[in-house]
């Protein structure tokens, strides 16, 4: 294979890529409804008992009381955490296409981001725990 049709077959495959990732979330979106307990709610989460009662709302004002800190520490890391081990999956994903695509100096780059990519993961997955533990001996 020639050079121009290795590139036309490695944009034919980043299109259909690209589709697939775009196609996929809307077609299961369709039947989405909004969660019914946000942390403004008032709802008993998760053994903070009434900690959590408008936590959005508190926020946005700033009047955060003592006994809310753990509610917004478990929130923001949780957002931070699910962030990471996205971007984890998809710089898995980025190197599985390396390494499908690529040449052998390539397949060496996409072997290392992949490797780098799983060690994000599993470090995102450990911090989840540890902050989970942290936070359940400090509010018992």
Known sequence: MNKTTQKWIKGMLLIVFAMLVI??????????????????DDFDIGGYGDACVGLADRIRTGNITLRQIPCFIKYFSQTLI????????????VGG???TIGSDEQKDVAKKTIT???I?????LLAWIMVDIVLQFATE
């Open 116 to 118: 780098y990519a799983l």
């Open 97 to 99: 296409y390396r390494y």
């Open 120 to 124: 994000g993961l599993a470090v995102s």
């Open 23 to 40: 196609s996929v979330p809307v077609s299961f979106a369709q039947d989405f409804a909004p969660p019914s307990v946000l942390p403004g």
């Open 82 to 93: 699910a962030v990471a081990g996205s971007l984890s999956v998809i710089f898995v994903m």
